[in-house]
């Protein structure tokens, strides 16, 4: 480890150093002159006097500097049977306009926008639009529902929203103007104006309160790039946390735009003219960071896919994509391989196009399990790399680094820390473990740049939730262990955050509504595994006292509740009612003891246990046969 052993010394010995090389890589109206500003440790910024434009850098730059031309964007649309190439002119011109017509809306420097769109082009410009104007986006995921976008709109307090008329499932259309209704319906926070791009799939009715996207366009003159301060927030992203309540990562300027194209080179090996796809949507973090940013801060090629892997319109989906557009590499997660695999399992499709510049398969999102690892690997012929991160890190804590030093993949492992990321495994008293055993996986302080800085107008919660449980420590909500060699292998999470079809859900949020319905007395929602999702949400249910209702009856209003208040992609189904749940003797439910019988482990029975008796009936429910 000779090349990767010396990167990653000198980001821990001189983060200072290491991190304002980096910065070299970033066009700044005020060059930084300090990487790290820890006058307010355990909360850390990253370049306190440096001040940019990330937009410019992601377009403007890579025109002056002659790759006008290239194809920045190429969007491929199998559900509408359309594709379209933006080169970087293009879509800094559209970038532009779309930022002059948010400002024609009085939106400033500072100010929210909620994006929530489906995976079209318009959705890259609105996020750069806001960027390119100083305000702050927040995408939501289409496939929530409005209560949980309503969550969003009154935490984030949105000027305007961006919205897409609607989007197009395999099964179905989904109408997003009437989500982003009943959303405001439920919350005190307005927005001034909400913009809506009509799809020709389906047209949405407007109100007075609305805007049309291309009139707004129409009328619109170009923005300029507004300098900010590298500290200022560039998104706010939400994720579940173990609560109902959303956490509102923050991304600053600086630090991302400069963590973000050091990773592009050094982990994944993908350079200006590139073509690169990310498979994945833009309401995840993998979506802002590797479909948006990334790729166009450094002038490569990023593919906007609008699909599933499958069946959209056959099994060679990726495949064709990865031909045609001469892809380098995909970065995609497990769920989504598994899926294909499904399909395709002698993998007949792969044979059938030209992967000739197809050179490496990313993976990340959740655990790769080695069968589908395996698959990809033989399949392929080129190296499949798992790597490990979270929507609030922002980019990878460990992966193979394959601009730097390629190292010999170890099935299970997303192989070492990557540079900036002090990774240790902790005991429960806080005291690092020795090689090979298992423990929390934290990140010694300060995170590098583009980690998140706190939550959003939120400082408390921010070390409450990650700095709190160990001192001087990012609590990562994994567990895991490092080998003799220094690998990773990450093991899962150790809170009630679940990994459905690599989509983060919170199963304390499924629990709320569950306790909510008039017949449940108790409840418990676990993360169970599943061969295609990896992991599926599974609801255990006591009945109150003379509740007089069918268990299937009960089964279908509980489905149509998760789907009604948290939305389709919590893909909660199965519900099993039960006499009692276990619990410790202060009455906390056993939930990790449960999850571990559903999975099939010899889970000890803890000695804190009220009553064994209640596990012991509850164990065929939960691993029947
Ligand atoms: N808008 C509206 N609804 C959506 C949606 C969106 N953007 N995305 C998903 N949904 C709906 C689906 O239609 C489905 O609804 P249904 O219950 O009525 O059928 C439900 O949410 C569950 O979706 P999902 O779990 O994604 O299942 P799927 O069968 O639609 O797709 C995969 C399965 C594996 C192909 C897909 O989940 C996938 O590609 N996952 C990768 C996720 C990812 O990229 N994560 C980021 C880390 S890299
Ligand atoms: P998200 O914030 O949605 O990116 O989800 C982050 C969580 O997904 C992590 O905390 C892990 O539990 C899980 N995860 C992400 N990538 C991996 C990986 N490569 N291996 C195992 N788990 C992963």
Redo the contacts with the bound molecule.
């Keep these: 480890m000779g090349a990767y052993a010396d990167t990653y010394d000198r980001s821990i010995t001189d983060p200072e150093g290491f991190w304002l090389a980096a910065a070299r890589g970033v066009t700044w109206t005020k060059a930084p002159t300090k990487a790290l500003d820890d006058s307010r440790a355990p909360l850390y910024r990253w370049f306190p006097d440096g001040e940019l434009n990330t937009a410019y850098n992601a377009l403007d730059r890579h025109v002056e500097a002659g790759r006008g031309q290239q194809p920045a964007l190429i969007w491929d649309s199998p559900v509408t049977s359309t594709q379209r190439t933006y080169t970087y002119a293009e879509l800094t011109d559209e970038v532009a306009r779309f930022a002059g017509g948010l400002a024609s809306l009085g939106v400033g420097k500072g100010d929210r926008v909620i994006i929530y769109m489906?995976m079209v082009p318009e959705a890259v410009v609105a996020m750069l639009a806001c960027a390119r104007i100083g305000a702050v986006h927040s995408v939501v995921?289409?496939?929530f529902a409005p209560k949980e976008l309503a969550a969003r709109i009154e935490d984030a307090e949105p000027v305007a929203i961006v919205a897409g008329s609607c989007?197009i499932?395999?099964?179905?259309l989904?109408e997003y103007k009437p989500i982003v209704e009943d959303a405001l319906a439920l919350t005190t926070h307005q927005p001034d104006h909400v913009v809506v791009l009509q799809r020709d799939a389906h047209r949405a009715e407007l109100t007075d309160r609305d805007v049309d996207w291309a009139d707004l366009m129409a009328g619109a003159s170009p923005a300029d790039p507004v300098p900010v301060a590298a500290t200022d927030p560039l998104y706010v992203l939400y994720t579940s946390g173990t609560t109902g309540k959303p956490k509102g990562v923050v991304r600053d300027c600086g630090g991302h735009a400069v963590a973000l194209s050091w990773s592009m080179g050094a982990v994944y090996d993908i350079h200006p003219g590139d073509v690169w796809w990310t498979?994945?949507?833009v309401?995840?973090v993998?979506g802002h960071s590797y479909i948006v940013y990334a790729p166009l801060l450094i002038g490569a090629t990023t593919v906007l896919y609008e699909g599933?892997?499958?069946g959209t319109p056959d099994a060679g989906a990726f495949w064709r994509v990865i031909s045609e557009h001469g892809v380098k590499a995909l970065?995609?997660?497990p769920?989504?391989l598994?899926?294909v695999k499904r399909v395709d399992p002698d993998a007949a499709e792969p044979a059938k196009y030209d992967l000739s510049r197809f050179t490496t398969l990313f993976m990340?999102?959740e655990l790769l399990d080695p069968e589908t690892y395996h698959w990809a690997h033989d399949t392929l012929g080129v190296p499949v790399v798992d790597h490990w991160w979270q929507t609030e890190t922002g980019w990878p804590i460990a992966a193979n680094l394959r601009g730097i030093e390629p190292l010999p993949p170890k099935p299970g492992s997303s192989t070492v820390p990557v540079p900036g990321w002090n990774v240790q495994i902790l005991d429960q008293a806080g005291d690092p473990l020795p090689a090979g055993q298992e423990g929390a996986i934290a990140i010694k302080l300060p995170l590098p740049p583009g980690a998140l800085p706190t939550l959003w107008g939120d400082d408390a919660r921010f070390i409450d939730s990650y700095l709190s449980r160990y001192d001087g420590y990012y609590l990562t909500g994994d567990s895991g262990y490092l080998d003799y060699d220094g690998y990773l292998f990450v093991q899962g999470r150790t809170d009630d955050v679940i990994n459905?079809?690599?989509?983060r859900l919170s199963t304390g949020s499924m629990e709320a509504v569950l306790a909510a319905h008039p017949a449940v007395a108790e409840c418990a929602v676990i993360g169970v595994a599943d061969q295609?999702?990896g992991q599926l949400p599974r609801g255990l249910v006591v009945l109150k006292a003379g509740a007089d209702i069918a268990e299937e009856q009960l089964r279908d209003e509980l489905v149509e509740a998760v789907r009604r208040d948290i939305?389709?992609?919590a893909?909660f189904r199965d519900v099993s009612v039960v006499e009692a749940l276990p619990k410790t003797r202060s009455g906390k439910i056993l939930r990790k003891t449960m999850r571990g019988i559903a999975d099939g482990k010899n889970e000890p029975v803890p000695s804190t246990i009220e009553d064994p008796t209640v596990l012991t009936a509850l164990t065929p429910v939960l691993r029947p046969g």
């Design positions: 489906p995921f289409g496939g989007g499932e395999p099964t179905r989904v498979a994945s949507d309401g995840w993998v599933k892997p499958v970065f995609t997660a769920t989504a598994r899926a990340a999102g459905v079809a690599g989509h295609l999702k939305g389709p992609v893909a």
